[in-house]
């Protein structure tokens, strides 16, 4: 049976990713491990990410055994294992809704590229932004999309649309057979179960940030 990761484990599971591909990339593979097999401590990694090591051990236990006794963790088993966990191992095709700042800049962006993610196309209802290219990506017309769709894969759509036109876009990505959503939107977005919904709620953010920013100027 399937060992069960807990939802507070699962959602440090990035930051653990992000950080064994940052000294992946940074050492190029080859200078800051030992000869033969690659070997990273609990005591390294909850330096760099600020977790105790005890929180580390922790976690990683709930994935697997990935230690050397008296060394550390198995550096490239732990890192497949934790793309496993988080679906790395696929290549996910993208869809950006809004071809305006917020989706240029997405489109942009290397992140996708560098964990597997393919920006395929942009959809926007602006005839001066329709059949344009960012980053050699096309955008096309909102209302071809599900010609679109059945041309090339999508997995995720990215919405960066105004607000009120939020859960238009959200129901014909549905409608499109596209089951994964990336929402830049304040907008509560109303989805069927089997859709996976991620919000990136800028403003709440703001307001965040200036609650904590308020409270710190008022001590």
Known sequence: MKKKISKATLERMPYYYSTLKKIEEAD??????????????????????????????????????????????RFDRLRRAIEKVLGLQYRWYVAIF??????????????????????????????????????????????????VAKRKIIDIGVITVPEDSAQIVADSLIQAGIKGIWNFTAAKLTVPPEVAVVNENLSMSLMNISCRLSLVNSK
Request: charged residues 25%; proline residues 2%.
């Open 98 to 147: 809004g071809a305006g700042r917020l989706g240029s800049a997405l489109a942009y962006g290397d992140d996708f590229q560098r964990l597997g993610f393919t920006v395929t196309a942009l959809f926007d209802v602006d005839e001066n932004l329709i059949g344009k290219k960012i980053n050699d990506v096309k955008v096309y017309n909102f209302a071809d999309l599900n010609s």
């Open 28 to 73: 190029g593979g080859k200078h800051i491990f030992p000869v033969g097999e690659k070997i990273i401590s609990s005591s390294e990694l909850a330096a760099i990410l600020g977790f105790s090591p005890e929180q580390v051990r922790k976690d990683i236990a709930e994935l697997g055994q990935f230690g050397v006794k008296g060394a550390g963790y």
